[in-house]
């Protein structure tokens, strides 16, 4: 599958810089890097220049200058791709970016495809798979959680963990397989409550990366919070607060919000998703009732659920709206209770909301959304309320589609392994199911996979990584 061509791609970002960077990778990298590069010192050739060093020059082509340069050499193996590696620093216009990558071809070399180096990286052996699809998460990580994350990954942690798993598995496979070879004399070289013991530690953490999912793909997609509530009790004036711009319309009128309003903010390095949606109430506007049936959904969807509460009303009719989203949530949501409007509302309103008995996964904050008290208040919440902590502290937090479902389908194999034990099948059975699990396991790492599935993870990559 490894194209053994030079390949040759901008790998800055598009468009006017001080500087552009336009890599080449392949056995020819350095010869035809040497056929455009002039230094100052006529003899010297990069050629015979040693591995990690930078060389100043010009890029020349048929006797005209196009750049004054820097070049950095990488040499095979000890490079990125694992193959020799020229990268050439030019000044950033894109002009003389398209002239270089012009030149290079002319050459001998090739444009390179999407993600074509760090393929090149995976097949040579310089990572494992799910290291190269954390390089392109490091790469679109737009804040201090997910990058963390990305890095994590990147480098090996998640490798780690599914290589461990897969050790384990390994040698109790080969022990149930050589039972198989001596069937007749009924001999059980794996010791079933060994290979108990490890299937429920193996079957335990896979579940545990499995459910990680769900936290790693809110911190890599942003955090979805919900916004619900009545008409009328500060929903937009709060969402406006809240990403410091007057996103939402805000007005007096009731049901003014009709459709589900989306916006993304980083807030402490943490991306929040959050979705203002259309008052909850009794009324026979086809169109608003529409809106609220959204506002039911994005509730079921939402990490976080701020429920902004009016304080001007009387608290019996401000609890019944409370225990109403109370019944709509699970205990894995975090429920907020905002209490709007304090600087104006009943006080026995916001006394009795004071003294409110609140469940494990539930928080209450008093604010004024309209002058932004409280607001901070409110955020600290919110980043406590969604486990960043456990994030920070756990080895390994799935945040790959790709690597969920694999992870669901192992899981489901190591746990027919259980269940088979409980039975007492036979060893040729229970080495399927554990061959099943291991094959899913070197999926997420690439020991096994198709051109087809590289090709479409690498296809998302941006051109020059």
Do not use: W
Not at 66 to 74: G, M, Q, T
Not at 389 to 414: G, M, P, W
Request: hydrophobic fraction near 40%; aromatic fraction near 6%; proline fraction near 2%.
């Amino acid at each position: 599958m490894l194209d053994q061509s030079t390949i040759c791609a901008i790998s800055t970002s598009p468009g006017i810089g001080a500087i552009a960077v336009i890599r080449l990778s392949g056995a020819n990298a350095i010869s035809i890097s040497d056929k455009i590069f002039k230094s100052p010192k006529k003899e010297k050739r990069l050629a015979e220049q040693a591995a990690n060093t930078i060389h100043f020059g010009r890029i020349e082509f048929n006797n005209v200058v196009i750049d004054e340069v820097v070049v950095s050499l990488f040499r095979n193996p000890h490079s990125f791709t694992g193959e020799d590696i020229v990268e050439i620093s030019c000044h950033g216009s894109t002009y003389i970016q398209q002239k270089i990558l012009e030149v290079l071809v002319e050459n001998g070399a090739r444009l390179a495809l999407p993600g074509e180096f760090t393929q090149r990286a995976f097949l040579n052996g310089k990572m494992d798979l799910s290291q190269a699809e954390a390089v392109a998460d490091v790469i679109s990580s737009s804040n201090a959680a997910a990058h963390k994350l990305a890095i994590n990954q990147m480098r090996g942690g998640f490798s780690k963990e599914i290589s461990d798993l897969r050790q384990q598995l390994l040698h109790f496979t080969a022990m149930v397989e050589l039972e198989l070879d001596f069937a007749e004399e009924e001999v059980e070289f794996a010791d079933r409550t060994e290979l108990r013991n490890l299937t429920e530690r193996i079957e335990n953490l896979l579940r545990k990366l499995k459910d990680s999912f769900q936290l790693g793909n809110a911190i890599k997609n942003g955090i979805p919070v919900a916004i619900v509530g009545e008409t009328n009790v500060g929903k937009s004036t709060l969402l406006n607060a809240l990403l410091n711009e007057d996103k939402a319309i805000v007005s007096d009128i009731h049901g003014t919000t009709r459709d589900v309003i989306e916006d993304v903010v980083n807030i402490h390095g943490t991306a929040f998703r959050f979705f203002d949606t259309a008052g909850i109430r009794d009324t026979e506007d086809h169109i608003e009732n529409l809106g609220i049936e959204r506002s039911y959904s994005k509730l079921e969807q939402a990490t976080v659920v701020l429920l902004v509460v009016d304080t001007h009303n009387p608290f019996p009719l401000v609890l019944s709206r409370i225990n109403n989203i109370r019944e709509r949530i699970s205990d894995n949501q975090t429920l907020i209770i905002v209490a709007n409007k304090i600087d104006s509302g009943l006080p026995d309103t916001v006394q009795n909301l004071e003294t409110l008995d609140l469940k494990d996964n539930e928080k209450m904050v008093f604010i004024a959304a309209k002058q932004k008290e409280n607001i901070d208040e409110l955020i600290d919440y919110m980043i406590h309320s969604i486990n960043i902590e456990v994030a920070d502290q756990q080895d390994v937090i799935v945040t790959n589609a790709r690597h969920y479902e694999i992870l669901k389908n192992a899981h489901e194999s190591i746990v027919r392994v259980l269940n088979g034990l409980d039975s007492g099948i036979t060893g040729d059975f229970l080495a399927q199911d554990i061959r099943e699990c291991l094959h899913y396991l070197a999926e997420i790492t690439g020991e096994v996979g198709t051109e087809e599935v590289l090709g479409h993870i690498f296809k998302n990559f941006c051109i020059g990584k």
